[in-house]
């Protein structure tokens, strides 16, 4: 009989199948039903440090008039916002057996990384960071950009006992290197890659608008090259694919190419809890049909180490495949 689960970030899944930070993730009853459908893990909506510090600060503006409040209603927007994520934190974790992931999103090492301490304390198993801002400052190089994340990385990893996973950006220049500074201070998985808000343009009516939130199954192509290189050239870090995972077949590519676990977002929205349990069975059909009896026995069989001509995975010119059509 096939055994699916998986050992991510010292934490034991049954399943690889992940059900990713959303809106879903804060509705308990779309919790339960995944866990009933076999998913292995839930990334709770993350904390936005944005949000908070949006809040705050509009709460600032109209209180101008009293300048001694500003401080106060600071603070207790903060503490407002993360008690109200901790109170979630806690009803998830009384309703469901399953491992539960907290996340943060957050931009800078402010105050907030304080608060890590607080969401460990409610019992969940491990905590995604979702760590990014839009690079726009012309004088800072790449390098200062990618210690910022670090520092961020090390600080919270110092503080807490459980798990840290970070979610990163595909925009990186040394995407190896980058991740391997990751594990160095203290990262046990990484995520790749986030997805973020797009701006469109509406040419009818002359303004920017939101593109469309939701991932197609070919993103997940993009994951397939790098995961299949970081996967060889890091080893020892658990690594998760979060783009266009709608699919038994795609969660399989992801995983011969070297990710421990996969997470479906959109996949959830468009088909509910059956998308779980579909790629669940369609991972258990391609095991017996190829003889496998654990994950283990093909994650990562088709990486840049694994195959005959890693040239497969370093080709990035359309010459050099479509010269001749």
Known sequence: MT?????????????????????????LDKIESFEKAGVGAIVVKSLFE??????????????ND??????????????????????????????????????????SKGEWVSYAREIEKTGVNAIELNIYSLPLNIH??????????????????K???????VKIAGYVTNLPGFVNN????????????????????????????????FSTETE??????????????VPGIDLSSSTGIHTGETAIKQLLAGATTVQMCTALYKRGAEAISDVNQDIHIFME???????????????????????????VQFMKNFGGK
Not at 50 to 63: G, H, P, T, W
Not at 182 to 201: C, E, Q, S, W
Request: glycine share 4%; with cysteine.
């Open 3 to 27: 055994n699916i689960s998986v050992n991510y970030m010292g934490l034991t899944l049954s399943s690889p199948v992940i059900a990713a930070s959303s809106g879903l993730t804060t509705q």
């Open 50 to 63: 944005e949000q908070i510090v949006d809040e705050a600060d509009f709460l600032n503006s109209r209180s």
């Open 66 to 107: 009293y300048p001694e409040s500003a401080d106060y209603l600071h603070h207790y927007m903060r503490q407002y916002s993360i008690e109200k994520y901790l109170n979630l934190l806690r009803e998830i974790k009384e309703k469901v057996s399953i491992p539960v992931i907290a996340s943060i999103n957050c931009y």
């Open 140 to 157: 800072k190089s790449s390098s200062d950009v990618e210690k910022e994340y670090l520092d961020v990385i090390g600080t919270v990893t």
């Open 159 to 165: 503080m807490l006992k459980i798990p840290v996973a």
């Open 182 to 213: 990751l594990k160095a201070y203290g990262a046990k998985g990484v995520v790749m890659f986030n997805r973020f808000y797009t701006p469109d343009i509406d040419i009818a009516k002359l303004k920017i608008v939101a593109a469309e939130a």
């Open 220 to 233: 997940s192509l993009r994951e397939l090259r790098w995961m299949g290189i970081v996967s060889a050239l």
């Open 289 to 315: 049909k190829h003889g496998f009896k654990n994950i283990k026995d093909f994650k990562g069989m088709l990486n840049y180490s694994n195959i005959a001509d890693p040239r497969k995975f370093e080709r």
